[in-house]
């Protein structure tokens, strides 16, 4: 009789293992699909890993997205470890796509970023598909309402932004509305996170403006709404990882919601990330927990940033090594039009962790 509940947890880990946690972001993984794949062949759905069972209905029903799906995909990985580059936790740890560690399989605050910017990547690359013509489906975006300023006139093919939120959408929270998986509050972090990073998308459209008139006077302006790049969508996300709320799953009125830990009482708000679980400091080395520790990381001892030795090492200190960089020096300007440059050799001195 005793054997039972073991059994019953054993049942529930195996469960649990199948229906994998994260199976939100496990379509990053597309990243490392061959360029040679074709794709245009609905069998072709089944083939591509770490798209989970909805997502594979929506790859048959859509195939002519996936190429700037798989393209979101490779956005993301750049992107965040970009953006992370100079912090303990540098995001190296989602190229382990499709099956991550505790870092992101958790509902930490690092997982809440990856799965806004991954929500933001797609919207970003089906808007931007539609605008060089790659997509069937959609054309250019709609000419704004509000004229366009003195000096200007719209022109130019807007990112259809409204197309791009649409269909991500679509894509990015498909795994969460399937019944069954994972924890009510789980899916209510990642759901809530997607949708703030399409916000951050939003805000980032903004006037661009191409100058027309005789040699470079700018007379004319041509201008269209058009998004930033993803990288600095993945700044201002980041902005708001580092300011992220703590939430708990707790009744309200008839139904449970996200609402924050700290005693304040007030809703979510729809601009910032939140997270249930608490993250390590990152500092050493801790599989259970996610943390690749920063031993052997480099960082920098006169930045103001959190590359900073004192900071990165965790006060473990730190060794200096030297370091030869190339660089082209003595340019000089010639007559009409080249630049000529030698080459330099300096050495540099820079700084790994203990
Ligand atoms: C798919 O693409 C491959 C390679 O580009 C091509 O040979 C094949 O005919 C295509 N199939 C369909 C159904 O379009
Ligand atoms: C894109 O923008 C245009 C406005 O120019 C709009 O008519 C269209 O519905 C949008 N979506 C698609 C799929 O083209
Ligand atoms: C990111 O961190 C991991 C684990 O500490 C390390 O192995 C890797 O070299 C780091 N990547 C960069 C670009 O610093
Ligand atoms: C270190 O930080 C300083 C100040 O931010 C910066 O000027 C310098 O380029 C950095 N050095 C390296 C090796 O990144």
Redesign the pocket.
């Known amino acids: 009789m005793r054997a039972r509940p073991q059994v019953c947890q054993a049942l529930l880990f195996a469960l649990a293992l199948q229906t994998g946690v994260c199976y939100g972001i496990k379509w990053l993984a597309l990243s490392k699909t061959p360029a040679a794949l074709a794709l245009n062949q609905t069998q072709h759905c089944k083939q591509l890993e770490g798209l989970v069972s909805a997502l594979v209905q929506l790859c048959r029903s859509n195939l002519e997205l996936m190429h700037t799906i798989v393209h979101a995909a490779r956005e993301v990985m750049k992107a965040c470890r970009r953006a992370f580059a100079d912090m303990r936790w540098n995001c190296s740890s989602i190229e382990l796509a499709p099956n991550y560690l505790l870092d992101l399989e958790r509902g930490t605050r690092e997982s809440a970023f990856v799965y806004a910017l991954s929500a933001a990547a797609i919207s970003h690359a089906i808007a931007r598909a539609c605008t060089s013509g790659d997509l069937p489906g959609c054309s250019c975006g709609p000419v704004p309402g509000e004229p366009p300023g003195p000096g200007n006139r719209w022109g130019g093919c807007a990112d259809n932004l409204s197309y791009g939120l649409l269909m991500g959408a679509k894509f990015s929270d498909a795994p969460m509305k399937v019944k069954k998986t994972g924890s009510q509050a789980n899916k209510l972090m990642r759901l809530h996170n997607s949708e703030v990073g399409r916000q951050a998308l939003r805000a980032s459209l903004e006037m661009k403006c191409k100058c027309h008139g005789v040699s470079g006077s700018c007379s004319i302006r041509t201008c269209w709404k058009g998004l930033q790049e993803l990288r600095d969508v993945a700044a201002d996300l980041k902005t708001r990882y580092l300011s992220a709320t703590k939430v708990v799953h707790r009744p309200m009125g008839t139904r449970k919601h996200l609402v924050p830990k700290d005693l304040d009482i007030r809703p979510v708000k729809d601009s910032e990330l939140i997270y249930l679980q608490s993250s390590p400091d990152f500092c050493m080395k801790n599989e259970k927990v996610g943390s690749h520790g920063t031993q052997d990381r480099q960082c920098?001892k006169?930045?103001?940033g959190s590359d900073r030795c004192d900071l990165m090492c965790c006060g473990r200190g730190y060794n200096p090594y030297t370091d030869r960089v190339v660089e082209r020096c003595h340019c000089k300007y010639h007559w009409c039009c080249y630049v000529t440059c030698r080459r330099c050799e300096r050495t540099v001195e820079?700084y790994v962790c203990k």
């Open positions: 920098n006169t930045s103001h820079r």
